[in-house]
Structure formats: structure tokens, C-alpha cells
């Protein structure tokens, strides 16, 4: 178990509808990532959050939005959903978000998209 | 821009052999470089990581690596594979300057240990 907690576990929903993810950080990590994984795409980076400010931006659409809280949780908002937005969705933490920090996962959210 | 390749998407090994898992990356400075396991229906779990210093990196479950930097390669080894060893593994790469503190993932090797 690494310390990184994710809910739901699984999601089905319907195209165009607007779903909420939600990570919970190691206790002390102040950065937050999240990444999709999916079987076209593979491992992809979408967003980083160090101490509720946006770190790094990576691959994420425009109708994908996070945040992360004063508690340090993040939720990760995907809306006007799509099939291809099914996918495997992680969050990780890490104690500062600097480059030699060690990426801790959480368990996934699998987002089924009918 | 940095990047990872793994170049086989799949390695069988008989169980008690060693393996190799092979990964070699692309960035324009130091590399940071991790690998991690995946399995089914679980998330990622850290095995170990190379930020400077000693070429060899000794992790989790036995797992080490070396770090090659004439040749930009980081494999994954064990001595004596185990059964339980049969997962998705993935080799990551961060730069070590410039803003950039993601990781970018190769596309994943699925090891399977035969008994």
C-alpha cells in the first residue's frame, strides 16, 4: 500500500456527462499527479499541483480540470466526457515535487465511458 | 524533450533465471530515471531509482539496475526470477534540470515467469 488513496475505484458513466475524481496525498507529500493510462496512449502525464498551486501541465485537454485543496487532497474533473476518455486514471504524490522525488501511486479510478 | 523506449513489449523467463527487462531513455542533461511494477488491476509501485552516484541501483524484492551512460540504458535485473514476478513493468525518465518534474513513461514490458 502506498500511502495514496483514490476514489471511486470504478466509474461507468455516459458520454457527455461530467465526473469527479478524487486523490488523497501520502500524509506530509505536498505535490499531486495525475496520469492517465490507457491501452492507445499508454502512461501519460496530465497535471502536477505542489501545495495547491499548478506545477506542470502536460497532455490534458481543455474539458479536464484539477485541483488541489488546502488539505492537499486533489480532484481531478473530466466533463463533456467522450468514449475515448475511458481509461485508467492515477494520481501520485511525492514529498516536494522536486526531480529527484520518488512518485508514490495511488490504486486508479477505472472511468468507463458508455 | 525527454523520452524512454522499451523495446520489448514482452519477456518470458523459466522461473530461478535471471531476467533482464531493457530500457533505454533520451534527455538533453542528467537523467533521473525509475522503474516501477504494475499488477493487474494495481496501481504502479515503485522499485527503485537512479539520481547520481553508483551505476548500480539495488531496489525492492531483489530488483536492481545499472545505469549506462554511454549507451543511455537503464535495465532492469534479477538474479533468480520468481513466479510472482509475472507483471507490467515500466521504466521512467525525468530530466534532471529545467521545470519539467514529470515522469514520461515507456510503453511497458510484460514479464512472465514460467514455472
Known amino acids: 500500500d502506498s500511502g495514496v488513496t483514490q476514489t471511486p475505484k470504478h466509474l461507468i458513466t455516459a458520454t457527455g456527462q461530467r465526473v469527479t475524481l478524487r486523490c488523497s496525498p501520502r500524509?506530509?507529500?505536498?505535490?499531486v499527479y495525475w496520469y492517465q493510462q490507457s491501452l492507445d496512449q499508454g502512461l501519460q502525464f496530465l497535471i502536477q499541483?505542489?501545495?495547491?498551486?499548478?506545477?506542470a501541465k502536460g497532455n490534458i485537454l481543455e474539458r479536464f480540470s484539477a485541483q488541489q485543496f488546502p488539505d492537499l487532497h486533489s480532484e481531478l474533473n473530466l466533463s463533456s466526457l467522450e468514449l475515448g476518455d475511458s481509461a485508467l486514471y492515477f494520481c501520485?504524490?511525492?514529498?516536494?515535487?522536486?526531480?529527484?522525488?520518488?512518485?508514490?501511486f495511488g490504486p486508479g479510478t477505472r472511468l468507463t465511458v458508455l | 524533450a525527454q523520452s524512454v523506449a522499451q523495446p520489448e513489449d514482452q519477456v518470458n523467463v523459466a522461473e530461478g533465471n535471471p531476467l533482464t527487462v531493457k530500457c533505454t531513455y533520451s534527455v538533453s542533461g542528467n537523467p533521473y530515471l525509475f522503474w516501477y511494477v504494475q499488477y493487474p488491476n494495481r496501481g504502479l509501485q515503485f522499485l527503485l531509482k537512479?539520481?547520481?552516484?553508483?551505476?548500480l541501483v539495488k531496489g525492492s524484492y531483489g530488483f536492481e539496475a545499472e545505469f549506462n551512460k554511454s549507451q543511455t540504458s537503464f535495465h532492469l535485473k534479477k538474479p533468480s526470477a520468481l513466479v510472482s514476478d509475472s507483471a507490467l513493468y515500466f521504466c521512467?525518465?525525468?530530466?534532471?534540470?529545467?521545470?519539467?518534474?514529470?515522469?514520461?513513461f515507456g510503453s511497458g514490458t510484460q514479464l512472465t515467469v514460467l514455472p
Open positions: 499541483y505542489y501545495n495547491g498551486e499548478e506545477r
Open positions: 500524509s506530509g507529500d505536498l505535490s
Open positions: 521512467a525518465v525525468r530530466e534532471g534540470k529545467g521545470s519539467a518534474r514529470q515522469l514520461t
Open positions: 501520485a504524490s511525492s514529498v516536494q515535487g522536486a526531480g529527484t522525488d520518488t512518485q508514490y
Open positions: 537512479y539520481i547520481t552516484g553508483d551505476n
